[in-house]
């Protein structure tokens, strides 16, 4: 049996084979047999926008691998920081390469200090910290005029290193700058995820930010988090990225893609859910109101996985790590609750409806002692090293400006009609 297609245009007669190569079918063949009928795709349902080489993802199997490496080795042996290298580098590094690749990160930390003085420090004092975030990544292609020569190969790992490098100590000045806590300095002497913590909450008594298992908590979370092919964020970079805007200015956008609520403010709804919630006897009745269309069961579902999220299992395991230093989440009884009445519902059963990522992770954070408002942020860190991965591949393939089609469903042509002339009906 040919691995291919038929496609005939009924009106015609007129037929074209077009092989499918990869599990896709070329849209330029398509365009062959009909050059103005264009596919209607909202949301990019069944599109596949390009080829890459970076994530694997089968959401019918539950797999997810970066560059090959299944997702739950990495989450075990591995660290964010490698894993960031492994993505935007296409390969694990050697221990030289690694020493080098951590020596860069960890000196490339600090801010320039009028990003936190004259802009940061400018937001209001109730500013949320992930729209302090989006802007100030915006604001870093203001400080690094080098970074709109995205044809130089030297540049673009040097805005790569920087914007990896910088994620943590922005999202602390955010969250610092919302409590009136005053900033402190990266300490290039700690681990990515350790200086993190420690700049986040040092010297908060009531937060156990120097555990190293906290540390390694992060690590997972930040490894988990940190790439998840064409999503919504990362189609945000490639559509910024295709214009040949610079690294930050795409990854502002691909932050105000991840802020929304669908996305990366996820695990910021369930917890505000589970608030709501507030006791067992209410699950029922709360399962109940979202079947009858009042509302969503937050974090669960997945526009690809069909299946239980592999990072969610992952997650579990380092929610029970974290909960031994912290001290259970009392919220983490409501969440196992909703999550057995809803796996045994006909509802979600149906609609292959599983606990994705975000179910647990949120609950994680809240122990460690990070405020809801900064989830979204937490997500934003360890995605930047998908997004840039995502970054190189477009560019390293040439990629055309992104530029979809439109059905256009508006009124046909019409004469102008003067002001005077025009009623309400018209
Ligand atoms: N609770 C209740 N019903 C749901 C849910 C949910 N969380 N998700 C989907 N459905 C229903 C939906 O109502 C629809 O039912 P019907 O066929 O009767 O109309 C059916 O399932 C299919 O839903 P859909 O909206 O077509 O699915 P989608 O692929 O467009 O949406 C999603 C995916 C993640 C936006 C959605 O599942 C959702 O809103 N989930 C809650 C928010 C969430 O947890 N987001 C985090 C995603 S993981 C983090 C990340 O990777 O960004």
Redesign the pocket.
């Known amino acids: 049996m040919p691995d291919s297609v038929t496609i005939t245009d009924n009106r015609t007669g007129d037929s074209i084979e077009i092989p499918i190569v990869n599990g896709g079918v070329s849209s330029a063949e398509w365009r062959k047999l009909l050059p103005n009928t264009w596919f209607f795709d909202p ?1 990019f349902v069944s599109t596949a926008a390009c080829e890459s080489a970076i994530t694997y993802l089968d959401g019918d199997a539950g797999i997810l691998r970066y560059r090959g490496y299944p997702i739950e080795q990495l989450a075990e042996h591995s660290t964010y920081l490698e894993v960031a290298y492994l993505l935007t580098h296409g390969e694990l590094p050697t221990p030289a390469e690694y020493q080098r690749w951590s020596h860069e990160v960890t000196f490339h930390t600090f801010i320039h200090e009028n990003v936190r003085k004259r802009f940061l420090d400018g937001f209001h004092y109730d500013a949320h910290p992930m729209g302090m975030m989006v802007s100030a990544v915006a604001a870093l292609s203001t400080f690094y005029l080098d970074a709109k020569d995205i044809a130089d190969e030297e540049s673009r790992q040097k805005q790569v290193v920087r914007l990896i490098a910088k994620m943590p100590t922005l999202a602390a000045c955010t969250y610092r700058f919302s409590v009136g806590m005053p900033f402190l300095y990266p300490d290039n002497s700690l681990s990515f995820t350790a200086n993190f913590l420690r700049m986040m909450f040092e010297p908060l008594e009531h937060i156990r930010w120097d555990d190293p298992v906290m540390a390694r908590a992060l690590d997972v979370l930040f490894i988990l988090h940190a790439d ?1 092919e064409q ?2 964020s990362t189609t945000a970079m490639r559509v910024v990225g295709s214009s040949h805007a610079d690294p930050y200015s795409a990854c502002a956008a691909a932050c105000a893609a991840l802020y929304g ?4 403010g ?1 695990n910021e ?1 369930v917890v505000r859910m589970l608030h709501e919630i507030g006791s067992l006897e209410n699950v029922g009745p709360f399962v109940e109101s ?1 079947k009858a269309g009042r509302g ?8 690809v996985y069909k299946n239980y999220d592999p990072r969610a299992r992952i997650i579990k395991r380092t929610a029970d790590e974290v909960f031994e230093v912290t001290g259970k989440n009392p919220l983490l009884d409501i969440a196992l609750k909703l999550e057995e009445v809803a796996l045994s519902d006909d509802y979600f059963i149906s ?1 292959r ?1 599983y606990p ?3 179910f647990y992770s949120g609950l994680i954070y809240q122990a460690m002692g990070f405020p809801i408002d900064m989830f979204p942020v937490l997500f934003a860190i360890p995605r930047t090293s998908g997004w840039l991965a995502h970054w190189l591949e477009l560019l390293a393939q040439d990629a055309k400006i992104a530029r979809p089609r439109q059905l256009y469903m508006g009124a046909d042509e019409r004469e102008y009609v003067p002001m005077e002339r025009r009623t309400a009906a018209t």
């Open positions: 949301a998840h999503n919504c609520p669908r996305h990366g996820a709804a979202v969503r069961l937050q974090g669960f579902g997945h526009r609609r409806l994705n990522v975000d």
